[in-house]
Each structure stands twice: as C-alpha cells, then as structure tokens.
Nanobody, 123 residues
C-alpha cells in the first residue's frame, strides 16, 4: 500500500508562483503525477514523471509554466508552478502507480491518490 501526502497549496496572485510537494510512503512507485479539478469540471491531467526522472509529460495548458521533478530514487515529487493564472485554480491531487510511459496522462492508470491541496489564483 502507498500513501500520498501533498503540501504547498495556497492563495497567490496571478503571475505568482507556488511549489507543491507530494511524499509517498511505502514501496517505490514507477510514476508519480499531478492532476487537478476545478469547480464544476472533471479532474484533468497536469504533469507526471517516471521513477528516474527520465520521462515527463505535461498538459498543454501548463507547458512552459509548470515543472515536475522528483528526488532521484525517492518517492517525493514536486510541482513548481510559475506564471500562475486564475484558470489554474483547482484542487491539485498527487497520484502514483505502475504506469507505462505511454499512459502517463491517463487518470485511470494510477493506483494511489492523495487527499488534494487547494490552489487559488486571484486576478
């Protein structure tokens, strides 16, 4: 069993930055990622990274603004969010599992989920 604990959410003005962290306890997982869910919308993929950090995937909406990273060989993943926009406001969820590189954007591929952390970007 793997437990995920997120931290780092909060309130920030548009154009600002936040860094989210997710620590996983238990066994090493192949892929860790972030999804988000805005009010009234479905949960969507944000970014993901493999165990060794060799492969990353980003949603088009965050490319160039968000960076996902992972401490090598550890179950800790970070999401550095820069140039934040009001449309980035959502609950951000950490996810983990034995996911193939080709399926990293697929929500159904992940086995473990954190409780979520709120990110609010004011205009």
């Amino acid at each position: 069993q793997v437990q995920l604990v997120e931290s780092g959410g909060g309130l920030v003005q548009a154009g600002g930055s936040l860094r989210l962290s997710c620590a996983a306890s238990g066994r090493i997982v192949d892929v860790m990622g972030w999804f988000r869910q805005a009010p009234g919308k479905e949960r969507e993929f944000v970014a993901a990274i493999t165990w060794g950090g060799r492969a990353t995937r980003y949603a088009d909406s965050v490319k160039g603004r968000f960076t996902i990273s992972r401490e090598y060989g550890k179950n800790t993943v970070y999401l550095q969010m820069n140039s934040l926009k009001p449309e980035d406001t959502a609950i951000y969820y950490c996810a983990a599992g034995s996911v193939t590189v080709a399926s990293m954007k697929g929500e159904d591929e992940y086995d473990y989920w954190g409780q979520g952390t709120q990110v609010t970007v004011s205009s």
